[in-house]
T-cell receptor, first 112, second 115 residues
């Protein structure tokens, strides 16, 4: 069975500081991995995804994530936080592109 | 704009009532997923349809039902509503014929308030 664990339901960083949101997954087969962002009163938007190939993937708004098979992790990072990054972030895993499993989300607060 | 359209955006109704939420997937997408998002439960998968057929079922209550029509739009029917059904309901789609990219595309959601 597949599952996703996001460590830290709330993360606070100062503006300009590194953003690190953690995601670990379990999957019996090579997964597709995703990070989505949700701004208040909006739907989920895709930030980035890993399907195959290069393990370091770059997404929108300066975010990137690295697929580490040995650690079953797909942590999301951004070198310098901006106030506009404050949102809810969801990690998700998909097997065979059919069923999707979402983490419980991490709320990111950016402190000016 | 994800290309997924959900109506209505907001809905207020009373306990015991029945409502229908509608979703139009991205043009050509064959799969439609329904999710419920509430403060205490997070994002819960309800049900998936693929080209008109039910493909997977999640934590969907018996009071809830869904279908996908030949034109690929989908409806989620919620009946005998309870206060606890108040939530944001999302539709997502994927799987365009001949152009599968792997991710889900989400609509803006339908916010249901049960009073």
């Amino acid at each position: 069975a597949q599952s996703v664990t996001q460590l830290g339901s709330h993360v606070s960083v100062s503006e300009g500081a590194l953003v690190l949101l953690r995601c670990n997954y379990s999957s019996s087969v090579p997964p597709y991995l995703f990070w989505y962002v949700q701004y208040p009163n909006q739907g989920l938007q895709l930030l980035l995804k890993y399907t195959t190939g290069a393990t370091l993937v770059k997404g929108i708004n300066g975010f990137e994530a690295e697929f580490k098979k040995s650690e079953t992790s797909f942590h999301l990072t951004k070198p310098s936080a901006h106030m506009s990054d404050a949102a809810e972030y969801f990690c998700a895993v998909s097997v065979s592109g059919n069923q999707f499993y979402f983490g419980t989300g991490t709320s990111l607060t950016v402190i000016p | 704009d994800s290309g997924v359209t959900q109506t209505p955006k907001h809905l207020i109704t009373a306990t015991g009532q029945r409502v229908t939420l509608r979703c139009s997937p991205r043009s050509g997408d064959l799969s439609v997923y329904w999710y419920q998002q509430s403060l205490d439960q997070g994002l819960q998968f309800l049900i998936q349809y693929y080209n008109g057929e039910e493909r997977a079922k999640g934590n969907i209550l018996e009071r809830f039902s869904a279908q996908q029509f030949p034109d690929l739009h989908s409806e989620l029917n919620l009946s005998s509503l309870e206060l606890g059904d108040s939530a944001l309901y999302f539709c997502a789609s994927s799987g365009t014929r001949g152009s599968y990219t792997g991710e889900l595309f989400f609509g803006e959601g339908s916010r249901l308030t049960v009073l």
